[in-house]
């Protein structure tokens, strides 16, 4: 009976990881799409410059969002449907949108102020067409955080169809704009911007019909206050996040040159089919865990150890289907990048080790505890901060990508031996571990210079096809299990 029930829960998820990754698809999909047309119009510096301009406005979406995103987000399920319980919604809502917003355009108006300033700090030997990124990056952050903010409302109360039209729309104009911008009119890294900006306002626009229900003229100190003390750690959780993800792209601007970024930029592109899976599902996790540990805390400690190695498993294949065959996909996507291939597998270990974080972190979301998501994920930037200023200037983007699989790594370990402590869940540690082993030296052979393509593809055909098996062999993958997963 519990094990029925436990694979109808998780059956739910997997269905909610599906319809919210195919709903943010399209923003994802046009970064892979435009990344053969974009590295045939841009030359290493000017896709370096994209590169900085996109970790930018990264960073300071992060900063604005002071944490109220995810703090909005378990405040909303404090609350219940009924009568009172709407109101109460609607004042977390209201507060939470109001303070991003206001933070949002005053961080924008500055960058807009001392526009020559950042552009020193952000680009090598800045020009006027510099300086205007830094005014395109301003202008997308409170577009973003709008858009943002309204998916993440509609995901909350479960609008699967309007969190779909949002992000497919506006991913199909920056899909369209783009390009257009860049090849008929000539305008070079910033029609790229200009783009998603376009993105951003049509996917705004639409999400701010849809959260109008929600929104009131309203605003609780109290409600800020609670959600501050929840969500405020998760600021410099994002910030160390961030130096992993980030902030090597300017060590390697200054430490090894814009060549090597702009092949680093590349390297990370392939790796994007891994961030898409896993925004579909943590777009899904958050409020499926959260409402289930509400209803029935056994099952949702059933479901959460279950799915960790489920999810494993997923980017598993995945990191080992793209590791063997980044050389082809680069040579076809973009061909003048001769080196982008040797980073890629350091960065799916590290993106992999990242999307098994926010299943191990749940335990301290639920317990209120995320001051030590502070702690460990600025331990791990730390270490990568660190490696990345012994391993850049000698081996460049390589080294980058082994300190961010490292930094990553470090996180993941602590996150999982510091919930365990908190929260203990019955996660499957030998199978997670058994992935891994396989993973690893399969993903390996990507790197080996092959006598000629048809060898290459022979050799990686055959290793693809016997990874998924070795996972049924030694049990990772129960037959018996997956079929009654299929059957229902």
Request: proline content about 4%.
């Amino acid at each position: 009976m519990m094990v029925g029930r436990m694979r109808k829960h998780i059956l739910r998820l997997g269905h909610d990881s599906l319809i919210y990754g195919l709903g943010s698809v399209g923003r994802r999909l046009a970064g892979i799409i435009t990344l053969p047309l974009y590295a045939r119009a841009f030359g290493p510096k000017e896709f370096a410059n994209l590169e900085l301009a996109v970790a930018t406005y990264s960073l300071l979406g992060g900063v604005v969002d002071l944490g109220l995103t995810s703090a909005f987000v378990r405040s909303f399920f404090d609350y219940g449907k009924d009568r009172e319980g709407i109101r109460g919604r609607r004042l977390v809502v209201s507060t939470s949108f109001s303070v991003i917003f206001g933070s949002s355009f005053f961080l924008a108006t500055a960058l807009v102020v001392f526009r020559d300033f950042a552009a020193r700090v952000i680009f090598v030997h800045p020009g006027e067409a510099e300086i205007q990124l830094v005014v395109l990056v301003a202008a997308m952050i409170p577009l973003g955080e709008a858009a943002i903010l309204t998916a993440q409302l509609m995901r909350v109360c479960n609008e699967r169809r309007s969190f779909v039209i949002s992000t497919v729309v506006g991913s199909v104009i920056t899909l369209a704009v783009g390009p257009v911008l860049v090849f008929g009119l000539h305008t070079g890294v910033q029609g790229v911007l200009v783009g998603q900006l376009a993105g951003f306002i049509a996917s705004a626009a639409y999400g701010a019909v849809i959260a109008r229900r929600w929104l009131r003229l309203r605003f609780s100190r109290t409600r800020l206050a609670e959600m501050l003390r929840y969500g405020l750690p998760f600021l410099p959780t994002a910030a160390a996040f961030w130096a992993l993800a980030l902030l090597d792209r300017f060590m390697i601007a200054r430490l090894s040159g814009l060549g090597q970024l702009g092949e680093y930029a590349v390297a990370n592109r392939v790796t994007a089919p891994i961030p898409l899976i896993l925004f579909g599902f943590a777009t899904a996790y958050s409020p499926f865990i959260l409402q289930l540990w509400k209803e029935n805390r056994e099952m949702e400690l059933a479901v959460r150890g279950r799915t960790l190695t489920y999810v494993t498993v997923v980017i598993a294949c995945v990191a080992v289907a793209l590791s063997l065959f980044a050389r082809e996909i680069i040579a076809v996507v973009a061909p003048s990048y001769h080196t982008a291939y040797k980073a890629v597998g350091l960065l799916l270990l590290g993106i992999g080790s990242y999307g098994l974080c926010s299943v191990i972190a749940a335990g301290m979301s639920i317990t209120r505890k995320t001051y030590w998501n502070m702690l460990f994920s600025g331990i791990g930037a730390g270490v990568n901060l660190g490696l990345n200023f012994l391993l850049i200037p000698a081996y460049g983007m390589i080294g980058a990508a082994a300190a961010t699989a490292v930094g990553y790594g470090v996180i993941t370990l602590l996150y999982y031996a510091n919930a365990q402590r908190i929260y203990r869940t019955p996660y499957e540690p030998s199978k997670i571990l058994a992935t891994v082993a396989l993973a690893i030296p399969a993903g390996a052979l990507g790197l080996v210079a092959y006598p000629n393509i048809a060898v290459a593809l022979l050799v990686k055909g055959a290793v693809l096809l016997a990874f998924p098996a070795a996972l049924v062999a030694v049990g990772i993958i129960p037959l018996q299990r997956l079929r009654a997963a299929v059957t229902g």
